[in-house]
């Protein structure tokens, strides 16, 4: 059997949500939205939309964290002051921040105007190294970078620049069909 690469599980970018990061929240809420609406047959419907610069390159992801993220601006000085990522909070101390930060102050009343004026640039992930990967690489690899970088996907280049993403959601129903089809000895 053929050793499985990258590149014959990843989505390419052509058929990838994309926006550019000049679009408002508004608009890649919707290109997330419609993502999900074509899923690709036999796949998960997409969390994240890719973000492309003026060039047509991917420079972010934005998902649904991110969204969320882009209606409360604070977020943004307070994580970058505190480098708070991922580390594992009690529930007493998060609502404490919100009424220390004054967080979330009246969320739904201005969601419509911070949806049209926030731009994409200013809220969305800009992925790292580790997060990318070539598209000649195994599965094994992939799988590798995934559970060590936490990530949900990699991009995927080939000598350049981005041609495709692979989705954890991807990775993980190959390696259940894996599972599924191994002969049980008991």
Same mark, same amino acid.
């Given at each position: ?6 590149? %014959? ?6 058929? =990838? ?20 609406? *074509? /899923? =690709?047959?036999?796949?998960?419907? /997409?969390?994240? +939309?890719? +973000?492309?610069?003026?060039? #047509?390159?991917?420079?972010?992801? +934005? !998902? @649904?964290?991110?969204?969320? *993220? !882009?209606? $409360?601006?604070? =977020? ?5 002051? *505190? !480098?708070?990522?991922?580390? #594992? @909070? ?5 609502? #404490? ?10 969320? @739904?009343?201005?969601?419509? *105007? ?7 640039? %200013? ?6 190294? #580790? $997060?990318?990967? $070539? ?21 995927? +280049? %080939?000598?350049?620049?981005?041609? !495709?993403?692979?989705?954890?959601? %991807? ?10 089809? /191994?002969?049980?000895?008991?």
């Amino acid at each position: 059997m053929k050793t499985k690469l990258v590149k %014959d599980l990843m989505i390419p970018l052509a058929a =990838y949500a994309t926006v550019a990061d000049s679009a408002t929240l508004q608009e890649a809420v919707q290109a997330l939205e419609d993502a999900s609406a *074509r /899923c =690709y047959p036999g796949r998960s419907p /997409c969390r994240a +939309v890719l +973000v492309l610069d003026a060039d #047509g390159q991917v420079v972010g992801k +934005v !998902g @649904f964290v991110d969204v969320l *993220r !882009g209606l $409360e601006p604070k =977020y943004r000085s307070l994580m970058e002051r *505190r !480098g708070m990522a991922h580390l #594992g @909070f009690t529930r007493q101390f998060l609502k #404490g921040m919100v009424e220390q930060y004054n967080l979330w102050e009246q969320p @739904f009343e201005a969601i419509c *105007r911070k949806a049209s004026a926030g731009r994409v640039r %200013d809220f969305m992930y800009a992925p790292a190294e #580790g $997060e990318v990967i $070539e598209a000649t690489a195994t599965l094994d690899q992939a799988a590798h970078q995934i559970v060590m970088g936490h990530h949900q996907s990699l991009l995927v +280049v %080939d000598g350049g620049p981005v041609v !495709g993403i692979l989705r954890l959601s %991807d990775l993980f129903a190959e390696v259940a069909e894996r599972i599924k089809a /191994c002969e049980i000895n008991g």
